[in-house]
């Protein structure tokens, strides 16, 4: 092989790089953002299933020692006691499209936090509608990949804008997510978020939330939605793991109201505190 790495001229890949092939080629990798609370991660669990189902979705050779254990003392050898962690896993070098080896390699990283709770947004989110690009609807469409280049494009278009976030629609013009966390809204007081069947990101925080808020008191389902809908929402917020819930301000300059929204942070941060999790 003949390479040229940043105008260096090379006979080969350097072996750091080599390693990295299939992430860097194909984006044939997975990845989940971790939120570490005093030295807990609540959402563990969550996180593994989806990491572990995604690698078997999409046919890696998990090697047996991989357990949900094996994880928790890779990351307790790294995590300061409020991080967030990066984990990222890819497949070995080898192949084209067609991968020769379907052992996975993983990368931890971390970074450590001020705060050991989900605070509180006191200025709240500006979104605009990203009219660049849509999401697909397959079976792929609920795993956290490296391969975003539809997530990149919509960034950059609300910094452009001068929105804080982007929501995208889906393949069929319906509200599916922004770049970075699952979406919800109240209206006529139930709250909604869209199925999974509309092409977002299986959040860990979503499926949470899901369980939570009829236990907190209030009526939640599932409800694909259009953009026209969506604005006629009494409020609305988003969801990931590492910020917990965000209200949105405004969106294409129609301002909503976050009273409910911040009980529901509030509840919350309560039950993030008496989750398990110790790493």
């Given amino acids: 092989m003949s390479v040229i790495l940043n105008e260096q001229v090379l006979d080969e890949l350097p072996a750091h790089i080599a390693l990295l092939q299939r992430g860097l080629y194909y984006g044939d990798s997975l990845f989940e953002s971790?939120?570490?609370?005093?030295?807990?991660?609540?959402?563990?669990e969550q996180h593994w299933q989806r990491l572990s189902g995604g690698l078997r979705t999409m046919g890696y050779a998990v090697p047996v020692h991989w357990t949900s254990q094996y994880f928790k003392e890779q990351i307790r050898r790294l995590a300061p006691r409020n991080a967030r962690l990066r984990w990222t896993v890819w497949r070995s070098p080898g192949g084209l499209y067609a991968p020769d080896n379907?052992?996975?390699?993983?990368?931890?990283?971390?970074?450590?936090?001020?705060?050991?709770?989900?605070?509180?947004?006191?200025?709240?989110?500006?979104?605009?509608?990203?009219?660049?690009?849509?999401?697909?609807?397959?079976?792929?469409?609920?795993?956290?990949?490296l391969n975003a280049p539809r997530y990149v494009a919509a960034a950059q278009e609300a910094h452009t804008e001068?929105?804080?976030?982007?929501?995208?629609?889906?393949?069929?013009?319906?509200?599916?997510?922004?770049?970075a966390s699952n979406l919800f809204w109240l209206e006529d007081s139930?709250?909604?978020?869209?199925?999974?069947?509309?092409?977002?990101?299986?959040?860990?925080?979503?499926n949470l939330l899901l369980t939570l808020i009829p236990q907190w008191g209030y009526a939640m389902e599932e409800k694909a939605t259009t953009f026209a809908r969506l604005q006629g929402a009494e409020e609305m917020f988003l969801t990931n793991a590492i910020r917990g819930i965000r209200w949105v301000k405004t969106c294409e300059n129609k301002s909503y109201n976050f009273l409910k929204t911040k009980i529901l942070h509030e509840h919350l941060v309560k039950e993030m505190r008496e989750m398990g999790g110790v790493i």
Avoid: M
């Fill in 34 to 44: 971790i939120r570490v609370f005093d030295g807990r991660i609540p959402l563990w």
């Fill in 190 to 206: 139930v709250f909604y978020t869209p199925p999974l069947s509309e092409g977002c990101v299986t959040g860990t925080l979503r």
């Fill in 102 to 145: 379907n052992l996975p390699n993983f990368l931890l990283t971390a970074q450590s936090l001020d705060s050991e709770d989900y605070t509180w947004d006191t200025i709240g989110v500006t979104l605009g509608l990203c009219k660049s690009v849509r999401l697909p609807v397959d079976a792929l469409s609920g795993l956290k990949a």
């Fill in 162 to 179: 001068g929105w804080d976030d982007a929501i995208l629609l889906n393949a069929h013009d319906r509200v599916c997510e922004t770049t």
